[in-house]
């Protein structure tokens, strides 16, 4: 690396200490990192070994004056342009109350796997809802691993954390497989909620994915839902803007009975335009019952409104979301193809969000080996 001019032991104290002499990217003045100090000096060359041979390999990270926390927020600020402004507003919330008040001024550089592990468990241990942990966490270690991505730090720490477990996950307050049959029964021939429906129990879809989607994204011939942006209202004014992460575009296989929802809805609104009734310039699928655009709020509050007509209990829309996710994998999908039908950045966000369904099919796995064998 350009930046790197040298890596050496020092007797200071009568102790071995390993420096690396290196420019600073932001200053262009040499600094000096002091990487620990040994009383042998066969302990202190042997890491020193150790760090000329990343630097010779192209994986030792550059020490960084820049906190943790100011580093979350570049990181946001950085993806901004699209998020929505409500996706933006609750994550500077999260790093301004849940991850500023534990790492307060610690450098990104000098965070370590313990010091992390700490936080996590600091998460977890205090009388906090589940979405709020999990939003800090998600938050966080996203950070953690773009820094990793980009060589700001030399150790991918979020692989070694260990997650405490709640009493309550986020995915098992979902509807049994009776529930979704009685949700999609009573849902149909609502204009305004059986697409978007359909589209979180066969789809995985988002709401913003749902409330973006256009006539023009569905390969009719193919049965293909092409997700490549999101509808937001930002200053009153809907706009369309890229998915939150590039895995987040994809391609879905769909069902006849999806599509064929969306080829009467497309009917039913051309009819409308001749009637001159309906306008839906951007050409979206999903209009609400007064054949306008969806805000995630207004959807909320109307979905909720619907299950206390149907007297269904009541879960979260993105629930729906985790019920098609769940399905897959107890219908033996493999987690690669689930991972990339919801549009995770990584397999292992699914295997993390969905570890209690993998219990539950190892459980099955043991029954499967005993009919056989016993």
Same mark, same amino acid.
């Given at each position: ?10 007797? #200071? ?20 990192? &002091?990487?620990? !100090? ?7 060359? /042997?890491? %020193?070994? /150790? ?51 534990? *790492? ?7 965070? +370590?796997? !313990? ?16 979405? =709020? ?5 998600? $938050? ?45 029964? #009573?849902?149909?021939?609502? /204009? ?13 879809? #988002? ?15 193919? &049965? ?13 004014? *809907? ?5 939150? =992460? =590039?895995?987040?575009?994809? !391609? ?10 969306? /080829? %009467?809805?497309?009917?039913?609104? @051309? ?7 309906? $306008? ?10 007064? @054949? ?13 409104? *619907? ?31 689930? !991972? ?9 966000? =699914?295997?993390? +969000? ?21």
């Amino acid at each position: 690396m350009n930046n790197i001019k040298s890596a050496y032991v020092r007797t #200071r104290n009568n102790k071995y200490c390993v420096y690396v002499d290196y420019i600073d990217d932001i200053t262009g003045k040499k600094k000096q990192k &002091n990487h620990g !100090s040994f009383t042998s000096k066969k302990d202190a060359d /042997k890491l %020193l070994v /150790k760090i000329k041979n990343d630097i010779n390999n192209n994986k030792y990270s550059v020490p960084s004056d820049i906190t943790f926390v100011d580093r979350c927020y570049k990181y946001y600020e950085d993806k901004k342009s699209y998020q929505s402004p409500n996706t933006t507003k609750t994550t500077n919330y999260m790093i301004k109350n849940h991850i500023t008040p534990f *790492f307060k001024d610690t450098k990104l550089s000098d965070i +370590t796997i !313990s010091m992390f592990q700490d936080f996590i468990n600091e998460l977890y241990s205090k009388d906090r809802k589940l979405k =709020t942990i999990t939003l800090a966490r998600n $938050i966080s270690i996203a950070v953690l691993n773009e820094a990793y991505r980009l060589k700001e730090i030399n150790e991918k720490i979020s692989d070694f954390i260990v997650y405490p477990k709640k009493d309550k996950d986020v995915t098992t307050d979902i509807y049994s497989l009776d529930e979704v049959k009685y949700l999609l029964e #009573r849902v149909t021939g609502n /204009k305004s909620l059986e697409i978007p429906i359909h589209l979180f129990c066969y789809c995985g879809m #988002r709401i913003g994915e749902i409330a973006g989607l256009t006539f023009d994204d569905i390969d009719y011939e193919n &049965n293909i839902i092409n997700v490549n942006k999101i509808l937001i209202n930002d200053n009153k004014e *809907f706009i369309f803007k890229k998915p939150k =992460t =590039t895995s987040s575009i994809r !391609s879905i296989a769909s069902s006849n009975h999806v599509i064929e929802l969306i /080829k %009467l809805e497309r009917k039913r609104q @051309n009819l409308l335009k001749l009637q001159g009734k309906l $306008i839906n310039e951007k050409n979206i699928i999903c209009l609400n019952s007064r @054949n306008t655009y969806w805000r995630a709020s207004v959807f909320a509050k109307t979905y909720k409104d *619907f299950m206390k007509i149907i007297h269904l209990r009541y879960v979260r829309p993105h629930a729906l979301r985790h019920i098609h996710a769940t399905l897959l994998l107890l219908g033996g999908t493999d987690m690669k193809t689930v !991972s990339g039908r919801l549009g995770h950045s990584d397999v292992k966000i =699914t295997m993390n +969000t969905y570890s209690h369904v993998l219990n539950e099919m190892d459980r099955k796995a043991v029954e499967n080996i005993e009919k056989v064998l016993l």
